[in-house]
C-alpha cells in the first residue's frame, strides 16, 4: 500500500525558500506511468494545487506559482521534493504531497493517496 | 476558464439526502473527483471518474455530471458526513489541475 510522508522547516523566513521533502513508501517512485504532485491549504481556506512531475521528469505547474516553484525526484532515495522561493506570509498553509492519477483516455484526474500534511509558516 | 464553483455550506438533516454541486467549463470535457476533509485531516478521495467510489467509502456517496455540472451525492447522511467536500478535475486545457472552494456539509 502506497504511502507518502511529508518533512521539512515548519518556520521559514519571508523572502526566503520554502523547501519540503515527499517520501514515498510501499511502491517505486520511478514506476512508469506515475505522476506526483503538491497541494497546499491556507488556514481556514481552501485547496490549492501548486503542481506535478510525472516520472519522466515533465513538471506541470500553477501559473499564479510558476514563477516560484520547482519541483524534481530524487530517485535513489525514492522522494520528491518541492521548492517555493521568494515567500511572503501568504504562502503559509499545510502542504500536502499526493499522487495524481489519471484515466479513462485523461478525462478523470485524481489525487490518492495523500501525506498528512505539514504545516509552514511564513515568519520572520 | 480555470475555475470550479461550489457552495460554500450546505446542511441535511441526519438520514435525508444532499447533493453538492460543482460547476466549471472544465467538467464539459473532464470528470469531476470528490474529497471529503474533516478538521485536521487530510482530504480523502470519495468519488472519482464518472462514479467510482474507493474502496472503504460507503455506497452511500455517489457521483454524477451534467454538462458543465458535477454532483456528489450523499443518500442518507450520517453523522460523521459532516465535513468540507472538495471537488477537483483538469483545467479546460488538460494541462493544469483546478479544485473548487470547497462546500462545508452540515448534518442537523
Known amino acids: 500500500q502506497l504511502q507518502l510522508q511529508e518533512s521539512g522547516p515548519g518556520l521559514v523566513k519571508p523572502s526566503e525558500t520554502l523547501s519540503l521533502t515527499c517520501t514515498v513508501s510501499?511502491?517505486?517512485?520511478?514506476?512508469?506511468?506515475?505522476?506526483w504532485g503538491w497541494i497546499r491549504q491556507p488556514p481556514g481556506k481552501g485547496l490549492e494545487w501548486i503542481g506535478s512531475i510525472y516520472y519522466s521528469g515533465s513538471t506541470y505547474y500553477n501559473p499564479s506559482l510558476k514563477s516560484r516553484v520547482t519541483i524534481s525526484v530524487d530517485t535513489s532515495k525514492n522522494q520528491f521534493s518541492l521548492k517555493l522561493s521568494s515567500v511572503t506570509a501568504a504562502d503559509t498553509a499545510v502542504y500536502y504531497c499526493?499522487?495524481?492519477?489519471?484515466?479513462?483516455?485523461?478525462?478523470?484526474?485524481?489525487?490518492?493517496?495523500w501525506g498528512q500534511g505539514t504545516l509552514v509558516t511564513v515568519s520572520s | 476558464s480555470s475555475e470550479l464553483t461550489q457552495d460554500p455550506a450546505v446542511s441535511v438533516a441526519l438520514g435525508q439526502t444532499v447533493r453538492i454541486t460543482c460547476q466549471g467549463d472544465s467538467l464539459r470535457s473532464y470528470y469531476a473527483s470528490w474529497y471529503q476533509q474533516k478538521p485536521g485531516q487530510a482530504p480523502v478521495l470519495v468519488i472519482y471518474?464518472?462514479?467510482n467510489r474507493p474502496s472503504g467509502i460507503p455506497d452511500r456517496f455517489s457521483g454524477s455530471s451534467s454538462g458543465n455540472t458535477a454532483s456528489l451525492t450523499i443518500t442518507g447522511a450520517q453523522a460523521e458526513d459532516e465535513a468540507d467536500y472538495y471537488c477537483?478535475?483538469?483545467?479546460?486545457?488538460?494541462?493544469?489541475?483546478?479544485f473548487g472552494g470547497g462546500t462545508k456539509l452540515t448534518v442537523l
Open positions: 510501499g511502491g517505486s517512485i520511478s514506476s512508469s506511468s506515475y505522476y
Open positions: 471518474g464518472k462514479n
Open positions: 499526493a499522487r495524481p492519477r489519471i484515466a479513462a483516455a485523461g478525462t478523470v484526474l485524481w489525487f490518492d493517496p
Open positions: 477537483n478535475s483538469r483545467d479546460s486545457s488538460g494541462n493544469l489541475v483546478v
